[in-house]
Protein backbone atom coordinates (compact mmCIF):
# COMPACT_ATOMS: atom_id res chain seq x y z
CA UNK A 1 0.00 0.00 0.00
CA UNK A 2 1.46 3.20 -1.15
CA UNK A 3 1.02 6.37 0.83
CA UNK A 4 0.18 8.36 -2.40
CA UNK A 5 -2.25 5.68 -3.67
CA UNK A 6 -5.47 7.82 -3.74
CA UNK A 7 -5.07 10.94 -1.61
CA UNK A 8 -8.80 11.36 -0.78
CA UNK A 9 -9.26 7.56 0.01
CA UNK A 10 -10.94 8.29 3.41
CA UNK A 11 -13.93 10.09 1.89
CA UNK A 12 -15.59 6.30 1.18
CA UNK A 13 -13.57 4.83 4.31
CA UNK A 14 -15.06 3.27 7.83
CA UNK A 15 -12.40 3.70 10.17
CA UNK A 16 -12.12 1.71 13.54
CA UNK A 17 -11.46 2.99 16.69
CA UNK A 18 -9.00 0.72 19.13
CA UNK A 19 -8.59 1.48 22.69
CA UNK A 20 -6.14 -0.56 23.34
CA UNK A 21 -6.12 -1.20 27.03
CA UNK A 22 -9.46 -2.88 26.70
CA UNK A 23 -9.08 -4.45 23.24
CA UNK A 24 -7.04 -7.42 23.49
CA UNK A 25 -4.60 -8.94 25.86
CA UNK A 26 -2.42 -11.69 24.51
CA UNK A 27 -1.28 -12.50 27.88
CA UNK A 28 -1.88 -12.56 31.31
CA UNK A 29 -1.48 -8.82 32.11
CA UNK A 30 -5.02 -8.00 32.35
CA UNK A 31 -5.12 -4.82 30.44
CA UNK A 32 -5.17 -4.30 26.03
CA UNK A 33 -1.69 -4.68 24.20
CA UNK A 34 -0.42 -4.34 20.31
CA UNK A 35 -0.06 -8.34 20.04
CA UNK A 36 -3.32 -8.87 21.02
CA UNK A 37 -4.66 -6.11 18.12
CA UNK A 38 -2.54 -8.07 15.70
CA UNK A 39 -4.24 -11.23 16.50
CA UNK A 40 -7.54 -9.68 15.76
CA UNK A 41 -6.66 -8.32 12.05
CA UNK A 42 -8.39 -11.43 10.61
CA UNK A 43 -11.48 -10.08 12.51
CA UNK A 44 -11.33 -6.62 11.48
CA UNK A 45 -10.74 -7.62 7.50
CA UNK A 46 -13.94 -9.55 8.01
CA UNK A 47 -15.85 -6.18 8.80
CA UNK A 48 -14.47 -4.45 5.81
CA UNK A 49 -13.14 -1.39 7.74
CA UNK A 50 -10.55 0.72 6.06
CA UNK A 51 -8.33 2.12 8.44
CA UNK A 52 -7.66 1.34 12.67
CA UNK A 53 -7.50 4.72 14.98
CA UNK A 54 -5.28 3.86 17.84
CA UNK A 55 -5.80 5.87 21.08
CA UNK A 56 -2.61 6.52 22.51
CA UNK A 57 0.10 3.85 22.86
CA UNK A 58 2.70 6.49 24.17
CA UNK A 59 4.88 5.94 26.80
CA UNK A 60 2.38 7.62 29.78
CA UNK A 61 1.87 7.81 33.64
CA UNK A 62 -1.30 6.56 32.18
CA UNK A 63 -3.24 9.69 34.64
CA UNK A 64 -5.84 10.03 31.96
CA UNK A 65 -5.81 6.52 29.91
CA UNK A 66 -2.70 8.02 27.87
CA UNK A 67 -3.17 11.26 26.83
CA UNK A 68 -0.79 12.33 29.35
CA UNK A 69 1.80 11.39 27.14
CA UNK A 70 5.73 11.60 29.11
CA UNK A 71 7.55 10.50 26.15
CA UNK A 72 6.20 11.18 22.38
CA UNK A 73 8.76 8.69 20.36
CA UNK A 74 8.73 5.54 23.04
CA UNK A 75 5.55 2.77 23.27
CA UNK A 76 4.37 2.41 26.61
CA UNK A 77 6.03 -0.84 27.81
CA UNK A 78 2.19 -1.71 28.69
CA UNK A 79 1.21 -2.01 25.38
CA UNK A 80 4.74 -3.76 24.12
CA UNK A 81 7.96 -2.48 21.75
CA UNK A 82 8.46 -0.39 19.17
CA UNK A 83 9.08 -3.50 17.15
CA UNK A 84 6.03 -4.49 17.97
CA UNK A 85 4.18 -1.75 17.17
CA UNK A 86 6.22 -2.41 13.23
CA UNK A 87 4.67 -5.32 12.98
CA UNK A 88 1.38 -4.42 13.39
CA UNK A 89 1.98 -1.50 11.17
CA UNK A 90 3.41 -4.13 8.38
CA UNK A 91 0.55 -6.80 9.15
CA UNK A 92 -1.65 -4.28 8.86
CA UNK A 93 -0.69 -2.65 5.61
CA UNK A 94 -0.93 -6.52 4.29
CA UNK A 95 -4.56 -6.87 5.45
CA UNK A 96 -5.16 -3.85 3.64
CA UNK A 97 -5.79 -1.76 6.80
CA UNK A 98 -4.19 1.91 7.23
CA UNK A 99 -3.20 3.21 10.58
CA UNK A 100 -3.83 6.13 12.56
CA UNK A 101 -2.04 7.40 15.38
CA UNK A 102 -3.79 9.53 17.91
CA UNK A 103 -1.32 12.49 19.18
CA UNK A 104 -1.74 14.60 21.97
CA UNK A 105 -0.56 18.24 21.34
CA UNK A 106 -2.30 20.57 23.55
CA UNK A 107 -0.77 19.46 26.47
CA UNK A 108 1.80 16.70 28.09
CA UNK A 109 2.26 14.62 31.20
CA UNK A 110 4.16 16.60 33.93
CA UNK A 111 6.33 13.33 33.78
CA UNK A 112 7.68 14.93 30.57
CA UNK A 113 11.39 15.61 30.39
CA UNK A 114 10.55 19.06 29.41
CA UNK A 115 7.86 19.83 31.71
CA UNK A 116 10.41 18.16 34.90
CA UNK A 117 13.35 20.32 33.44
CA UNK A 118 10.95 23.43 34.14
CA UNK A 119 9.47 22.59 37.40
CA UNK A 120 11.03 24.47 40.13
CA UNK A 121 13.65 26.45 37.53
CA UNK A 122 12.34 29.62 36.13
CA UNK A 123 15.53 29.47 33.81
CA UNK A 124 14.88 26.15 32.57
CA UNK A 125 15.31 26.10 28.55
CA UNK A 126 12.04 24.24 28.87
CA UNK A 127 10.16 26.86 31.07
CA UNK A 128 8.55 28.71 28.36
CA UNK A 129 7.29 25.19 26.57
CA UNK A 130 4.23 25.71 29.16
CA UNK A 131 2.28 28.34 30.77
CA UNK A 132 3.01 29.79 33.62
CA UNK A 133 1.46 32.55 35.48
CA UNK A 134 2.26 34.05 38.66
CA UNK A 135 -0.52 34.43 41.59
CA UNK A 136 -3.27 37.06 41.44
CA UNK A 137 -3.98 38.32 45.43
CA UNK A 138 -2.76 35.07 46.66
CA UNK A 139 -4.68 32.97 44.08
CA UNK A 140 -4.91 31.83 40.81
CA UNK A 141 -4.37 33.46 37.57
CA UNK A 142 -7.68 32.79 36.94
CA UNK A 143 -11.08 31.26 37.54
CA UNK A 144 -10.49 29.16 34.45
CA UNK A 145 -11.73 25.33 35.42
CA UNK A 146 -10.51 22.20 34.49
CA UNK A 147 -12.33 20.12 32.32
CA UNK A 148 -12.04 17.35 35.14
CA UNK A 149 -13.62 19.59 37.79
CA UNK A 150 -11.53 22.07 40.00
CA UNK A 151 -9.34 25.17 39.15
CA UNK A 152 -7.34 24.77 35.85
CA UNK A 153 -4.10 25.92 37.36
CA UNK A 154 -1.27 24.22 39.77
CA UNK A 155 0.93 25.96 42.10
CA UNK A 156 4.51 25.29 41.62
CA UNK A 157 5.88 26.16 45.18
CA UNK A 158 9.53 26.04 44.47
CA UNK A 159 9.15 29.16 41.53
CA UNK A 160 5.84 30.88 43.28
CA UNK A 161 3.82 30.37 40.15
CA UNK A 162 1.10 28.66 38.88
CA UNK A 163 0.90 26.28 35.19
CA UNK A 164 -1.90 26.05 33.10
CA UNK A 165 -3.96 22.19 33.40
CA UNK A 166 -7.03 22.37 30.98
CA UNK A 167 -7.56 18.64 31.68
CA UNK A 168 -5.60 16.93 35.24
CA UNK A 169 -3.11 18.62 36.75
CA UNK A 170 -0.71 16.23 35.51
CA UNK A 171 -1.40 17.15 31.37
CA UNK A 172 0.28 20.83 31.68
CA UNK A 173 -0.95 22.89 28.69
CA UNK A 174 2.17 23.26 25.97
CA UNK A 175 2.78 26.68 25.09
CA UNK A 176 1.83 27.31 21.48
CA UNK A 177 3.09 30.52 21.20
CA UNK A 178 6.90 29.21 21.94
CA UNK A 179 8.01 28.55 18.21
CA UNK A 180 9.94 25.93 19.31
CA UNK A 181 7.11 24.47 20.27
CA UNK A 182 5.75 23.99 16.96
CA UNK A 183 9.02 22.77 15.68
CA UNK A 184 8.93 20.03 18.54
CA UNK A 185 5.26 19.28 17.57
CA UNK A 186 6.67 19.21 14.04
CA UNK A 187 9.40 17.03 14.72
CA UNK A 188 7.22 14.24 16.87
CA UNK A 189 4.63 14.01 14.00
CA UNK A 190 7.05 13.33 11.35
CA UNK A 191 8.81 10.71 13.13
CA UNK A 192 5.98 8.89 13.26
CA UNK A 193 5.19 9.97 9.92
CA UNK A 194 8.43 8.56 8.38
CA UNK A 195 7.52 5.02 10.04
CA UNK A 196 5.06 4.97 7.25
CA UNK A 197 1.40 5.39 9.33
CA UNK A 198 -0.73 6.83 7.14
CA UNK A 199 -2.33 9.56 9.51
CA UNK A 200 -3.33 11.33 12.65
CA UNK A 201 -6.18 11.99 14.97
CA UNK A 202 -5.54 15.38 16.88
CA UNK A 203 -6.52 15.21 20.59
CA UNK A 204 -8.62 18.65 21.31
CA UNK A 205 -6.50 20.18 18.82
CA UNK A 206 -8.60 23.34 18.62
CA UNK A 207 -7.41 24.26 22.21
CA UNK A 208 -3.95 25.20 21.47
CA UNK A 209 -4.15 28.73 20.61
CA UNK A 210 -4.79 30.76 24.28
CA UNK A 211 -6.36 34.19 24.34
CA UNK A 212 -2.86 36.09 25.57
CA UNK A 213 -4.75 38.03 28.87
CA UNK A 214 -6.04 35.25 30.24
CA UNK A 215 -9.02 37.16 31.75
CA UNK A 216 -11.61 36.23 34.27
CA UNK A 217 -14.46 34.31 32.75
CA UNK A 218 -17.75 36.21 34.86
CA UNK A 219 -19.74 34.43 32.53
CA UNK A 220 -18.37 30.38 32.17
CA UNK A 221 -15.48 28.86 33.02
CA UNK A 222 -13.15 29.85 31.05
CA UNK A 223 -13.59 27.95 27.40
CA UNK A 224 -14.60 30.86 25.14
CA UNK A 225 -10.78 32.31 25.71
CA UNK A 226 -9.37 28.99 24.70
CA UNK A 227 -11.90 27.45 22.48
CA UNK A 228 -10.74 27.85 18.53
CA UNK A 229 -8.37 30.65 20.04
CA UNK A 230 -6.92 33.69 18.33
CA UNK A 231 -4.16 31.81 16.74
CA UNK A 232 -5.67 28.57 15.95
CA UNK A 233 -5.84 28.68 12.40
CA UNK A 234 -2.47 30.06 11.55
CA UNK A 235 -1.06 27.03 13.70
CA UNK A 236 -2.57 24.35 12.26
CA UNK A 237 -2.01 25.42 8.48
CA UNK A 238 1.96 25.83 9.73
CA UNK A 239 1.72 22.42 10.89
CA UNK A 240 0.04 21.00 7.83
CA UNK A 241 2.19 22.57 5.08
CA UNK A 242 5.51 21.47 7.31
CA UNK A 243 4.06 17.62 8.05
CA UNK A 244 0.79 16.41 6.38
CA UNK A 245 0.77 17.60 3.24
CA UNK A 246 4.49 16.46 2.96
CA UNK A 247 3.86 12.64 3.95
CA UNK A 248 0.16 12.69 2.39
CA UNK A 249 -0.98 12.18 6.00
CA UNK A 250 -4.81 11.91 6.73
CA UNK A 251 -5.68 14.18 9.31
CA UNK A 252 -9.34 14.03 11.88
CA UNK A 253 -9.00 17.09 14.62
CA UNK A 254 -10.83 16.93 17.72
CA UNK A 255 -12.81 19.76 18.68
CA UNK A 256 -14.08 20.56 22.00
CA UNK A 257 -17.18 23.09 21.98
CA UNK A 258 -16.31 24.23 18.36
CA UNK A 259 -18.92 26.04 16.05
CA UNK A 260 -19.65 25.37 12.37
CA UNK A 261 -17.79 28.14 11.29
CA UNK A 262 -14.81 27.32 12.71
CA UNK A 263 -14.96 23.54 11.13
CA UNK A 264 -15.28 24.49 7.89
CA UNK A 265 -12.51 26.04 8.04
CA UNK A 266 -10.74 23.11 9.54
CA UNK A 267 -11.60 20.97 7.24
CA UNK A 268 -11.97 22.89 4.15
CA UNK A 269 -12.25 21.18 1.03
CA UNK A 270 -8.40 22.97 0.37
CA UNK A 271 -6.88 20.92 2.68
CA UNK A 272 -4.98 23.63 4.13
CA UNK A 273 -5.49 22.73 7.96
CA UNK A 274 -7.07 19.31 8.47
CA UNK A 275 -8.74 16.39 6.58
CA UNK A 276 -12.11 16.15 8.50
CA UNK A 277 -13.33 17.18 12.23
CA UNK A 278 -15.42 15.53 14.79
CA UNK A 279 -17.62 18.28 16.99
CA UNK A 280 -19.62 16.81 19.93
CA UNK A 281 -22.88 18.51 19.79
CA UNK A 282 -25.08 15.82 18.77
CA UNK A 283 -23.55 13.99 22.25
CA UNK A 284 -24.91 16.79 24.63
CA UNK A 285 -28.40 16.20 23.82
CA UNK A 286 -28.64 14.41 26.27
CA UNK A 287 -27.05 17.08 28.74
CA UNK A 288 -30.33 19.52 30.19
CA UNK A 289 -28.95 22.94 29.89
CA UNK A 290 -25.91 22.03 29.01
CA UNK A 291 -24.92 20.04 32.65
CA UNK A 292 -23.21 16.37 31.47
CA UNK A 293 -23.84 15.60 35.37
CA UNK A 294 -27.53 14.35 35.38
CA UNK A 295 -29.65 11.45 34.70
CA UNK A 296 -31.66 12.55 31.59
CA UNK A 297 -33.17 11.38 28.65
CA UNK A 298 -32.53 12.47 25.15
CA UNK A 299 -33.67 15.59 23.42
CA UNK A 300 -34.76 13.85 20.15
CA UNK A 301 -35.52 16.93 17.99
CA UNK A 302 -32.54 18.62 18.96
CA UNK A 303 -30.51 15.45 17.29
CA UNK A 304 -32.17 16.23 14.41
CA UNK A 305 -31.85 19.60 14.54
CA UNK A 306 -27.37 19.26 15.65
CA UNK A 307 -27.43 16.87 12.73
CA UNK A 308 -28.86 18.61 9.96
CA UNK A 309 -27.32 22.05 10.81
CA UNK A 310 -23.56 20.07 10.43
CA UNK A 311 -24.69 17.94 7.59
CA UNK A 312 -26.06 20.70 5.50
CA UNK A 313 -23.59 23.20 6.97
CA UNK A 314 -20.08 20.89 6.02
CA UNK A 315 -21.37 19.85 2.35
CA UNK A 316 -19.42 21.12 -0.03
CA UNK A 317 -17.16 23.47 2.63
CA UNK A 318 -16.15 20.81 4.69
CA UNK A 319 -15.61 17.62 5.82
CA UNK A 320 -17.27 15.82 8.97
CA UNK A 321 -16.47 12.59 11.35
CA UNK A 322 -19.55 10.78 11.74
CA UNK A 323 -18.97 8.84 15.08
CA UNK A 324 -21.98 7.42 18.07
CA UNK A 325 -19.11 6.15 20.38
CA UNK A 326 -15.59 6.74 21.23
CA UNK A 327 -13.58 5.86 24.96
CA UNK A 328 -14.76 9.37 26.07
CA UNK A 329 -18.94 8.28 25.50
CA UNK A 330 -20.87 6.45 26.50
CA UNK A 331 -22.42 3.65 24.39
CA UNK A 332 -24.81 4.15 22.25
CA UNK A 333 -26.89 1.59 22.62
CA UNK A 334 -27.76 1.94 26.17
CA UNK A 335 -27.52 5.90 25.75
CA UNK A 336 -29.99 6.56 22.82
CA UNK A 337 -31.70 2.96 21.96
CA UNK A 338 -32.94 0.41 23.80
CA UNK A 339 -30.39 -2.43 25.58
CA UNK A 340 -32.58 -4.72 27.00
CA UNK A 341 -35.41 -5.52 25.14
CA UNK A 342 -34.47 -4.19 21.31
CA UNK A 343 -30.81 -4.20 21.84
CA UNK A 344 -30.19 -5.79 18.51
CA UNK A 345 -32.68 -3.40 16.31
CA UNK A 346 -31.75 -0.41 17.68
CA UNK A 347 -28.44 -0.92 17.80
CA UNK A 348 -28.83 -1.79 14.07
CA UNK A 349 -31.11 1.54 13.11
CA UNK A 350 -28.57 3.80 15.15
CA UNK A 351 -25.42 2.65 12.89
CA UNK A 352 -27.68 3.18 10.02
CA UNK A 353 -28.84 7.04 11.10
CA UNK A 354 -24.86 7.66 11.01
CA UNK A 355 -23.47 5.62 8.31
CA UNK A 356 -26.18 7.08 5.71
CA UNK A 357 -25.02 10.63 6.34
CA UNK A 358 -21.97 12.38 4.74
CA UNK A 359 -18.73 12.07 6.30
CA UNK A 360 -16.14 9.35 7.31
CA UNK A 361 -17.86 6.95 10.05
CA UNK A 362 -15.62 5.76 12.59
CA UNK A 363 -16.98 2.36 14.72
CA UNK A 364 -15.93 2.47 18.19
CA UNK A 365 -14.70 -1.36 19.03
CA UNK A 366 -18.00 -3.12 19.92
CA UNK A 367 -19.99 -0.57 18.80
CA UNK A 368 -20.29 -3.19 15.91
CA UNK A 369 -21.35 -6.13 17.70
CA UNK A 370 -23.91 -3.64 20.28
CA UNK A 371 -21.78 -3.86 23.31
CA UNK A 372 -23.87 -2.02 26.20
CA UNK A 373 -22.58 -0.04 29.26
CA UNK A 374 -21.71 -2.23 32.23
CA UNK A 375 -24.22 -1.04 34.43
CA UNK A 376 -21.92 -0.71 37.34
CA UNK A 377 -23.78 -0.09 41.08
CA UNK A 378 -20.31 0.54 42.72
CA UNK A 379 -18.23 3.20 43.00
CA UNK A 380 -15.14 1.26 43.15
CA UNK A 381 -15.82 -0.41 40.07
CA UNK A 382 -15.08 2.74 38.22
CA UNK A 383 -10.80 3.68 37.42
CA UNK A 384 -11.74 6.53 35.09
CA UNK A 385 -10.45 9.84 36.69
CA UNK A 386 -12.98 12.03 35.37
CA UNK A 387 -15.68 9.81 37.10
CA UNK A 388 -13.75 9.27 40.21
CA UNK A 389 -13.08 12.72 40.92
CA UNK A 390 -16.90 14.18 40.28
CA UNK A 391 -18.01 11.26 42.81
CA UNK A 392 -15.83 13.23 44.98
CA UNK A 393 -17.06 16.67 43.85
CA UNK A 394 -20.80 16.28 43.75
CA UNK A 395 -21.06 13.93 46.93
CA UNK A 396 -18.61 14.74 49.25
CA UNK A 397 -17.13 18.34 48.85
CA UNK A 398 -20.73 20.03 47.32
CA UNK A 399 -23.61 17.30 48.43
CA UNK A 400 -25.77 17.99 45.76
CA UNK A 401 -26.58 14.74 45.08
CA UNK A 402 -26.77 11.25 47.11
CA UNK A 403 -24.09 8.39 46.63
CA UNK A 404 -27.34 6.23 44.91
CA UNK A 405 -28.18 9.41 42.34
CA UNK A 406 -24.35 9.85 41.58
CA UNK A 407 -23.96 6.18 41.02
CA UNK A 408 -27.53 6.04 38.59
CA UNK A 409 -25.71 9.21 36.99
CA UNK A 410 -22.61 7.25 36.42
CA UNK A 411 -23.90 4.55 35.04
CA UNK A 412 -25.51 6.79 32.20
CA UNK A 413 -22.58 9.31 31.50
CA UNK A 414 -19.09 7.90 32.81
CA UNK A 415 -16.15 7.48 30.07
CA UNK A 416 -15.88 4.01 31.44
CA UNK A 417 -18.91 2.63 30.41
CA UNK A 418 -17.15 2.78 26.71
CA UNK A 419 -13.77 1.48 28.64
CA UNK A 420 -14.79 -1.96 29.60
CA UNK A 421 -13.36 -5.12 27.71
CA UNK A 422 -13.98 -6.20 24.14
CA UNK A 423 -16.30 -8.83 24.67
CA UNK A 424 -14.43 -11.60 21.89
CA UNK A 425 -16.44 -15.04 23.10
CA UNK A 426 -18.18 -16.83 26.18
CA UNK A 427 -14.83 -17.40 28.03
CA UNK A 428 -14.08 -16.07 31.27
CA UNK A 429 -13.26 -12.33 31.25
CA UNK A 430 -14.86 -13.00 27.73
CA UNK A 431 -11.63 -13.80 25.96
CA UNK A 432 -10.08 -10.21 26.47
CA UNK A 433 -7.64 -11.94 28.89
CA UNK A 434 -6.04 -14.81 30.87
CA UNK A 435 -6.22 -12.35 33.85
CA UNK A 436 -8.57 -10.39 35.52
CA UNK A 437 -8.95 -6.83 33.70
CA UNK A 438 -8.08 -3.82 34.50
CA UNK A 439 -11.67 -2.76 34.45
CA UNK A 440 -14.34 -5.16 35.10
CA UNK A 441 -16.00 -7.33 32.03
CA UNK A 442 -19.55 -6.12 31.43
CA UNK A 443 -22.21 -9.14 32.31
CA UNK A 444 -23.93 -9.68 29.55
CA UNK A 445 -20.76 -10.66 27.99
CA UNK A 446 -21.36 -14.94 27.28
CA UNK A 447 -24.39 -13.97 25.20
CA UNK A 448 -23.12 -10.60 23.76
CA UNK A 449 -19.67 -11.18 22.02
CA UNK A 450 -17.61 -11.16 18.63
CA UNK A 451 -17.53 -14.85 18.30
CA UNK A 452 -21.31 -15.23 18.79
CA UNK A 453 -22.05 -12.33 16.15
CA UNK A 454 -19.66 -13.95 13.33
CA UNK A 455 -21.38 -17.05 14.20
CA UNK A 456 -25.00 -15.61 13.41
CA UNK A 457 -25.83 -13.44 9.49
CA UNK A 458 -28.67 -11.79 11.70
CA UNK A 459 -26.11 -10.04 13.73
CA UNK A 460 -25.06 -6.33 14.30
CA UNK A 461 -21.84 -7.46 12.94
CA UNK A 462 -23.22 -8.34 9.34
CA UNK A 463 -25.47 -5.01 9.13
CA UNK A 464 -22.23 -3.05 9.96
CA UNK A 465 -20.62 -5.15 7.40
CA UNK A 466 -23.08 -3.95 4.97
CA UNK A 467 -23.23 -0.09 5.98
CA UNK A 468 -19.61 0.28 5.95
CA UNK A 469 -19.73 -1.70 1.55
CA UNK A 470 -23.10 0.54 0.72
CA UNK A 471 -20.13 3.21 1.90
CA UNK A 472 -18.37 2.09 -1.19
CA UNK A 473 -20.37 0.80 -3.62
CA UNK A 474 -23.40 3.59 -3.30
CA UNK A 475 -22.02 7.36 -4.36
CA UNK A 476 -24.84 9.61 -3.21
CA UNK A 477 -24.40 8.41 0.18
CA UNK A 478 -20.54 10.63 -0.13
CA UNK A 479 -21.60 12.74 -2.65
CA UNK A 480 -25.52 13.94 -1.70
CA UNK A 481 -26.79 17.19 -0.59
CA UNK A 482 -29.30 16.02 2.96
CA UNK A 483 -32.34 17.70 3.60
CA UNK A 484 -33.89 16.61 7.27
CA UNK A 485 -37.55 15.29 6.06
CA UNK A 486 -39.55 15.34 9.04
CA UNK A 487 -37.97 17.98 11.37
CA UNK A 488 -41.36 17.83 13.81
CA UNK A 489 -41.73 14.24 13.98
CA UNK A 490 -41.85 12.81 16.96
CA UNK A 491 -40.67 9.62 16.95
CA UNK A 492 -39.18 9.13 13.23
CA UNK A 493 -36.14 10.88 12.39
CA UNK A 494 -36.18 10.60 8.53
CA UNK A 495 -33.63 12.83 5.75
CA UNK A 496 -33.04 12.41 2.37
CA UNK A 497 -29.65 12.12 0.34
CA UNK A 498 -30.12 13.69 -3.25
CA UNK A 499 -27.07 13.91 -6.30
CA UNK A 500 -27.81 14.13 -9.81
CA UNK A 501 -28.46 10.66 -10.54
CA UNK A 502 -29.16 9.02 -7.05
CA UNK A 503 -31.45 9.77 -4.15
CA UNK A 504 -31.18 7.70 -1.22
CA UNK A 505 -33.71 7.91 2.15
CA UNK A 506 -33.14 6.46 5.62
CA UNK A 507 -35.84 6.34 8.09
CA UNK A 508 -35.28 5.63 11.38
CA UNK A 509 -37.72 5.08 14.44
CA UNK A 510 -36.40 6.11 17.53
CA UNK A 511 -38.87 4.35 19.68
CA UNK A 512 -40.05 1.10 20.83
CA UNK A 513 -43.82 1.91 19.55
CA UNK A 514 -44.70 1.56 15.68
CA UNK A 515 -44.30 5.37 13.77
CA UNK A 516 -45.52 6.21 10.44
CA UNK A 517 -44.75 8.34 7.76
CA UNK A 518 -45.50 9.64 4.54
CA UNK A 519 -42.48 9.87 1.56
CA UNK A 520 -42.11 13.05 0.50
CA UNK A 521 -43.91 13.90 -2.29
CA UNK A 522 -42.22 13.46 -5.94
CA UNK A 523 -40.45 9.81 -4.76
CA UNK A 524 -40.83 7.94 -7.85
CA UNK A 525 -41.71 4.72 -6.01
CA UNK A 526 -41.57 2.61 -9.19
CA UNK A 527 -38.52 2.77 -8.84
CA UNK A 528 -37.76 2.76 -5.35
CA UNK A 529 -36.00 -0.45 -3.86
CA UNK A 530 -34.80 -1.29 -0.03
CA UNK A 531 -31.42 -0.96 0.41
CA UNK A 532 -31.28 -2.48 3.60
CA UNK A 533 -33.76 -2.65 6.64
CA UNK A 534 -33.06 -4.41 10.76
CA UNK A 535 -35.91 -6.37 10.09
CA UNK A 536 -35.49 -9.41 7.98
CA UNK A 537 -39.18 -9.45 6.60
CA UNK A 538 -39.01 -6.54 4.72
CA UNK A 539 -41.60 -6.66 1.77
CA UNK A 540 -40.49 -5.53 -1.37
CA UNK A 541 -42.42 -3.01 -2.43
CA UNK A 542 -41.93 0.35 -1.57
CA UNK A 543 -44.88 2.63 -1.24
CA UNK A 544 -45.95 6.09 0.12
CA UNK A 545 -47.00 5.03 3.67
CA UNK A 546 -44.23 4.20 5.39
CA UNK A 547 -44.54 2.33 8.74
CA UNK A 548 -42.14 1.77 10.84
CA UNK A 549 -41.59 -1.45 13.48
CA UNK A 550 -40.08 -0.43 16.94
CA UNK A 551 -36.72 1.00 16.00
CA UNK A 552 -36.57 -0.15 12.78
CA UNK A 553 -34.40 1.37 10.16
CA UNK A 554 -35.35 1.41 6.31
CA UNK A 555 -32.93 2.60 3.79
CA UNK A 556 -34.68 3.32 0.33
CA UNK A 557 -32.25 4.13 -2.97
CA UNK A 558 -33.85 5.75 -6.01
CA UNK A 559 -31.76 5.43 -9.50
CA UNK A 560 -32.92 7.69 -11.94
Known amino acids: MTQSADKLWWKKASIYQIYPKSFCDSGAKGTGDIQGIISKL???????????WLTPIYESPMIDNGYDISDYYAINPDFGTMADFDQLL??????????????????????????????????????????????INGEAPNNWESKFGGNAWELDEATGQYYLHLFAKEQADLNWENPKVREEVKDVISFWAEKGIDGFRLDVINLISKQQ????????????FYTDGPKVHQYLQEISEAVFQKYGSVTVGE???????????????????LS????????????????????APFNFSQLKEIFNHWQTGLNGKGWGALFWCNHDQPRIVSRLGNDSEYRVESAKMLGAVVHMMQGTPYIYQGEEI?????????????????????????????????????????????RDNSRTPMQWNASEFAGFSKAQPW????????????????????????FYKQLIQLRKDVDVITTGDYQDLYPEHSAIFGYKRQSENQTLICLNNFYADQAECTLPVGTELSKAKVLLSNYEDQELAVTKQQVLRPYETRILLIES
Not at 42 to 52: M, Q, S, V, W
Request: proline letters at 3%; a negative charge; one cysteine or more.
Open 42 to 52: DYLKHLGIDAI
Open 90 to 135: AEAHEHGIRIIMDIVVNHTSTEHKWFQSALGDKNSPYRDYYIWKDP
Open 213 to 224: DFPNDDIGDGRR
Open 255 to 273: MSSTTLEHCQQYSSLDNKE
Open 276 to 295: MVFNFHHLKVDYPNGEKWTK
Open 370 to 414: GMTNPGYTSIEQYRDVESTNMYDIMVNRDKVVTHDEMIAILAQKS
Open 439 to 462: LEVASNYPALNAEAAVDDKNSVFY
